[in-house]
DNA sequence: TAGCGTACTACACGCTTGTGTAGTCGCAAG
DNA sequence: CTTGCGACTACACAAGCGTGTAGTACGCTA
């Protein structure tokens, strides 16, 4: 399919889709290598370890994602979600969760949009510091759990058409309210309770 | 600590630990066998192999979720969201993700519990399917990305306080909506174009 | 006391991992 | 032609992995 790139660029695109695929110890030098129709020695004579590969991987992916879809993880830029822009994210985020630098940068940018983002609108939240992680963290759970994601609906969500399906219903989620006033009152007390009362 | 229990269960509770810590693969059987204090070969004694020792680390967490806290991960049942129940759930989680049949029995019944808590309300929504996977995933996150949630908050979620600030947020999240629903048809659109027009 | 099963340990095996090394091929410069 | 350099491969190495095996210590029953 992509054969006509340069080996190099092989072995990066290789990397990063059994990377997002398998985690960072998942995936192996050898398997990256027979991905991109390599030996394993080329990989490291180009990225010279797996931790400089990785390292490429995740410039590479946040350089692309910038360019491709400017300020990413936003709702109104969901026009540019091309699979390939959704591999790399997934990529990212596997990265971040594997212990990436670069993936925990992209995470705080990512808050400090979520920060942005809520100053336009006239949401009164208590501890915005919280509500735009727990907003971040909700987001990028939707490229994380796609094996269950997919499972629940019956079709892989790479798939455009599921995909969208998927963000349809995260509009529903954040377009209304889920809980009424008072079943919020009643849970917050109950969370003071926990927070105040227990060592 | 918890030295006076059964070697068998202080390998379990370790495996546990660094199962939800590491991941699967990611913890090894000496790794898990020192946490407990025994040696290796009794780990195998008790449990055959590595593969048996998940599975009764997930039959184990299963069971005691459900009876600790019921029917675990609705928002109504807060009050017995102890560290050792986060724990428990953290590690489920984690071997869903990893493949485990045991998890994903527990998501299929996460998604019977979220149904049935919308038919409870009196939301309309379109792909009610979709939507109880979506809340589902969601949350799951609170737990997955616990790491990049006290790198979010300064300090670790574990803490009850910190997970209180947490929920507490997605209270926030949860009761009212954080789009218009101009906002939200017009992403709406934007979603159907991109499942209609796209290949 | 003898016998036996269970909890438990020490140690070795084979495999896979990331890494290191030596060497081949092709091409451009002198 | 040959020299050199980067792309590229084949192969060996040490370490760590899950697993297998042999053996010891202890408590129960006859």
């Known amino acids: 399919m992509s054969s006509d790139l340069t080996a190099r660029a092989r072995i990066r695109d290789a990397a990063i889709k059994l990377f997002a695929e398998r985690g960072i110890d998942g995936a192996t030098i050898r398997d990256i290598a027979q991905e991109a129709d390599v030996s394993s020695g080329l990989l490291r004579h180009h990225f010279g370890s797996k931790e400089g590969l990785r390292d490429?991987?995740?410039?590479?992916?946040?350089?692309e994602l910038t360019k491709l879809s400017g300020?990413?993880?936003?709702?109104?830029?969901?026009?540019?979600?091309?699979?390939?822009?959704?591999?790399?994210?997934?990529?990212?985020i596997r990265s971040t969760m594997d212990g990436s630098p670069?993936?925990?940068a992209m995470f705080d940018r990512m808050l400090v949009f979520g920060n942005e983002w809520l100053a336009t609108t006239n949401l009164k939240i208590a501890d915005p510091?919280?509500?735009?992680?727990?907003?971040?963290v909700m987001k990028m759970s939707l490229f994380t759990m796609r094996d269950l994601m997919?499972?629940?609906?019956?079709?892989d969500?790479?798939?455009?058409?599921?995909?969208?399906?998927m963000l349809q219903a995260s509009l529903d989620l954040f377009s209304q309210p889920l809980i009424t006033e008072e079943q919020a009152a009643q849970a917050r007390a109950a969370l003071d309770r926990l927070a105040a009362g227990e060592e």
Chains 1, 2 share one sequence.
């Open 71 to 92: 300020q990413f993880s936003e709702f109104n830029t969901l026009d540019g979600l091309t699979p390939r822009v959704q591999q790399l994210q997934r990529y990212l």
């Open 102 to 104: 670069t993936g925990a």
């Open 157 to 165: 969500v790479t798939e455009p058409a599921t995909w969208a399906r």
């Open 129 to 136: 510091e919280a509500f735009v992680a727990v907003l971040a």
């Open 150 to 155: 997919s499972r629940a609906l019956g079709s």
């Open 56 to 63: 490429a991987c995740d410039e590479y992916a946040l350089n």
